[in-house]
């Protein structure tokens, strides 16, 4: 059963900007932290970009740091990765997903593991 709906995935050109977003269906985010992940073909899902409950700590991956930017709405249910200055080897089918493992953490996690709930994953592709 899927929690989440992601959009705003496409093709685009290196260098050029997307904007991801995930809302959660049946289930409200406020307690949750959020994690965006990626998974290229042949490759494992890893993390990009995590988010806690109140926004107090976010996390980016190495390759990532500088031009992706992670952020919520609780009231609206809604997480969104903006992804600028876009790379070929950022392209992959994105999934976002919200960590049942604890609640009101204080950090978040970049680890697949304790993420229970997640989306169908939306494509994206950076390619000239």
């Known amino acids: 059963q899927l929690a989440f709906v992601e959009s705003g995935g496409g093709l685009v050109q290196p260098g050029g900007s997307l904007r991801l977003s995930c809302t959660s269906s049946?289930?409200?985010?406020?307690?949750?932290?959020i994690g965006w992940f990626r998974q290229a073909p042949g490759k494992e899902r890893e993390g990009v970009a995590c988010?806690?409950?109140?926004?107090?700590?976010?996390y980016y991956a190495d390759s990532v740091k500088g031009r992706f930017t992670i952020s919520r709405d609780n009231a609206e249910n809604t997480v969104t990765l903006q992804m600028n200055d876009l790379k070929t080897e950022d392209t992959g089918v994105y999934y976002c997903?919200?960590?049942?493992?604890?609640?009101?953490?204080?950090?978040?996690?970049?680890?697949?593991?304790?993420?229970?709930?997640w989306g169908q994953g939306t494509q994206v592709t950076v390619s000239s």
């Open positions: 997903a919200a960590d049942t493992s604890v609640l009101w953490a204080r950090m978040c996690s970049h680890e697949v593991k304790p993420y229970g709930y």
């Open positions: 049946g289930f409200t985010l406020d307690y949750y932290s």
């Open positions: 988010i806690t409950d109140n926004e107090a700590n976010t």
